[in-house]
């Protein structure tokens, strides 16, 4: 019974190979982190424009999955970086210009927003290349948090308005 155990476990060996075998003992964790920012300017700016800036930390430990695992990370890929504007108060002619998003040191530029409009027609903004992404995935997988931070200029004030981030993540864990 032995000499069958063993010539079995040798002819699965020999069939499959050490790459089969690796992705056996592997398991993604796909998950969407958001996070808002809330950008507020109560000062009356008499039409003139104001510099806006505020961050937020996202964590990808907040996963549980990827929390209990964190020492087994294999890799860490970013499958997709949107904002949404949500909660606008304001002149409906207010704009968000010069406007960036950062994440740790890589830096995206995004085109001006007219705010209301963004808000009203709930649109999503995709963000960001592949490079990007990669330095983001990067400082990701040796951290478990990253700074996202946005920037900009609104033309007047006093404006308010929230910032849904959405990080699209998928971990790749190795439990051997």
Request: aromatic share 4%; hydrophobic share 40%.
């Amino acid at each position: 019974m032995k000499t069958k155990a063993t010539l079995l476990i040798i002819l699965l060996l020999s069939v499959l190979s050490c790459d089969e075998i690796d992705k056996l003992t592997e398991f993604d964790v796909k998950d969407n982190f958001e996070k808002t920012i809330k950008i507020s300017e109560s000062e009356v700016s008499e039409g003139e424009p104001v510099s806006v800036s505020q961050s937020v930390t996202i964590d990808i430990s907040a996963n549980q999955d990827i929390n209990d695992n964190q020492d087994l990370i294999q890799s860490v890929a970013i499958e997709s970086i949107t904002f949404e504007i949500q909660n606008f108060v304001g002149a409906e002619t207010i704009t968000l210009s010069n406007v960036s998003m950062a994440f740790d040191s890589t830096v995206i530029t995004v085109a001006d927003i007219t705010l209301k409009s963004a808000d009203d027609s709930n649109t999503v903004f995709n963000v960001g290349t592949a490079s990007d992404y990669s330095t983001i995935a990067n400082i990701l997988k040796n951290n478990s948090s990253v700074t996202a931070k946005i920037s900009g200029t609104v033309s007047e004030t006093p404006v308010s308005f929230d910032v849904k981030i959405t990080l699209g993540v998928k971990v790749v864990i190795d439990v051997i």
